[in-house]
């Protein structure tokens, strides 16, 4: 009896000793299964999807916009009457204090297309009013959106969301940073505009005193 058990199991070692790589042997693709499969979506198309799902979630009603779309060209209208300094485009800019005030009172998230309707405005008032180059007038509006987006998040860092103008610390932060530090952007970029473009003639030095007690 000794001898038979010996045999058989001479005859098959494997079977007996290694019963894990007879496994493997006789089912390859259940072993290969059990691996984890790489992910076939590519992490930056995800990120581009859910931004673009929240720049879409976060549009205003289409009511609002053309209300503003309406509220800044009528802006740069009434700028237009209030050129009163010879020489200079405008004297007076109200489109900025419209601005400005819609980015303060409405959330970060919905800013994208505050800004676009914004420039479609001011493309129109360009168009219309002030007859600048195409270029000239679309750089203008950057620095007037620099200013408005500047203005509403530095007044929101000053006092907190909702804004409020209840006190005299949250009056005298939209005085100082609203009204005198935000306009610096746009009358940096608009006064390098105009006397890069050569409207009318403008110099930089000028322009940009004018340009920032407008704004």
Same mark, same amino acid.
């Given at each position: 009896?000794?001898?038979?058990?010996?045999a +058989?199991g001479?005859?098959?070692?494997?079977?007996v000793s290694?019963p894990e790589?007879?496994?493997?042997?006789?089912?390859?693709?259940?072993?290969?299964?059990?691996l984890p499969?790489p992910?076939?979506?590519a992490?930056?198309?995800?990120?581009s999807s859910?931004l673009?799902?929240?720049f879409r979630?976060?549009?205003?009603?289409?009511?609002h916009?053309? =209300?503003f779309f309406? %509220?800044?060209?009528l802006?740069?209208?009434?700028a237009?009457?209030?050129?009163i300094?010879?020489?200079i485009?405008?004297? +007076?800019?109200p489109?900025g204090?419209?601005f400005m %005030? &819609?980015?303060i009172? &409405?959330?970060p998230y919905?800013?994208?297309?505050?800004i +676009?309707?914004?420039c479609?405005?001011e493309?129109?008032?360009?168009l219309?009013?002030?007859?600048?180059p195409?270029? %000239?007038?679309? $750089? +203008?509006f950057?620095?007037?959106a $620099?200013c408005?987006s500047?203005?509403?998040?530095?007044?929101s860092?000053a006092?907190?969301?909702?804004?409020r103008?209840?006190?005299l610390?949250?009056v005298l932060?939209?005085v100082i940073?609203g009204?005198?530090v =935000?306009?610096?952007?746009?009358a940096?970029?608009?006064?390098? &505009?105009?006397?890069?473009f050569?409207?009318?003639?403008? &110099?930089? %030095?000028s322009v940009?005193p004018?340009?920032?007690i407008?704004?």
């Open positions: 009896m000794e001898s038979a058990s010996k +058989i001479d005859r098959h070692p494997q079977t290694h790589q007879a496994l493997e042997r006789t089912s390859p693709g259940h072993a290969r299964s059990a499969r992910s076939t979506t992490p930056s198309a995800e990120r859910s673009w799902q929240r979630s976060s549009r205003p009603q289409l009511l916009l053309v =209300a309406a %509220a800044y060209v802006g740069c209208g009434f237009n009457v209030l050129a300094v010879p020489g485009t405008v004297s +007076i800019w489109p204090g419209v %005030a &819609t980015l009172l &409405t959330s919905s800013w994208s297309w505050w +676009i309707s914004g479609l405005a493309m129109f008032a360009q219309v009013w002030f007859h600048s195409l270029p %000239a007038g679309l $750089l +203008i950057v620095g007037n $620099l408005a500047a203005g509403a998040m530095l007044l860092s006092t907190g969301r909702p804004v103008l209840e006190t610390q949250q932060a939209f940073l009204a005198g =935000a306009p610096l952007a746009s940096t970029v608009g006064s390098a &505009t105009l006397a890069w050569g409207v009318k003639s403008q &110099t930089f %030095a940009w004018l340009f920032w407008g704004d």
